[in-house]
């Protein structure tokens, strides 16, 4: 089957400490995103990756790191200096790469600072 | 300063009655309107895209319109399993890639 995943469901992350949530897709799509939901808020983009080993800051890119090495992977990492780390992590793909592309969502990382 | 906007901001209907969500939005200029469905703790599944004023989509009981200003879903006779926060999401001319979501509207349909 065709899609994205993402792993762990749940993680659960102590004060201090970075931890890396995983996002795979083998839709043979170009572009990855990655977003937060808190809420009663809308989504917000952290980071956003066109093609590999290429990614560009989000509208809260503060706090977390991305990589690129291949098509298919785009790990999340966030880092202690994210200060309120807790939310609903949602990892998008889209087609060609064009802008106009529909993004397709993961089912999501609920990360949760003890 | 983009912005959407999505009224109400919960909806309780019981199956059967049709009803419609709506969304407003503004933006320097638009390449794109999308929807989309959220079950609880679940990611975002797509339902439409939009591009410009008077486009129109069906899928089953739901329908999106779009106008320069807003889109409306419409959603006829629903029923239960139809119960979801939708979610609206505008991508501007000048945004790149990044998507302006709002912030949803959680609907309840009864039996």
Redesign the interface.
């Known amino acids: 089957d065709g899609g994205i995943t993402q792993s762990p469901k749940y993680l659960f992350r102590k004060e201090g400490q970075n931890v890396t949530l995983s996002c795979e897709q083998n839709l043979n799509h170009d572009a990855m995103y990655w977003y937060r939901q808190d809420p009663g808020q809308g989504l917000r983009l952290i980071y956003y990756s066109q093609i590999v080993n290429d990614f560009q800051k989000g509208d809260i890119a503060e706090g977390y790191s991305v990589s690129r090495e291949k098509k298919e992977s785009f790990p999340l990492t966030v880092t202690s200096a994210q200060k309120n780390p807790t939310a609903f992590y949602l990892c998008a793909s889209s087609g060609s790469g064009s802008s106009t592309d529909t993004q397709y969502f993961g089912p999501g990382t609920r990360l949760t600072v003890l | 300063e983009d912005q959407?906007t999505q009224s109400p901001e919960a909806l309780r209907l019981q199956e059967g009655e049709s009803s419609s969500l709506n969304c407003s939005y503004t933006v320097s200029g638009l390449?794109?309107l999308?929807w989309?469905r959220q079950d609880p703790?679940?990611?975002?599944?797509?339902l439409f895209?939009l591009?410009s004023a008077g486009e129109e989509k069906e899928k089953e009981r739901l329908k999106a319109t779009l106008t320069k200003k807003e889109s409306f879903l419409h959603i006829t006779a629903p029923k239960p399993e139809d119960s979801a926060t939708y979610?609206c999401?505008v991508?501007a001319m000048d945004s790149?890639?990044?998507?302006?979501?709002?912030?949803?509207t959680s609907l309840l349909v009864t039996p």
């Open positions: 959407v390449r794109g999308f989309y703790g679940k990611g975002p599944e797509f895209t591009y979610l999401a991508q790149g890639y990044a998507l302006n979501f709002g912030k949803g």
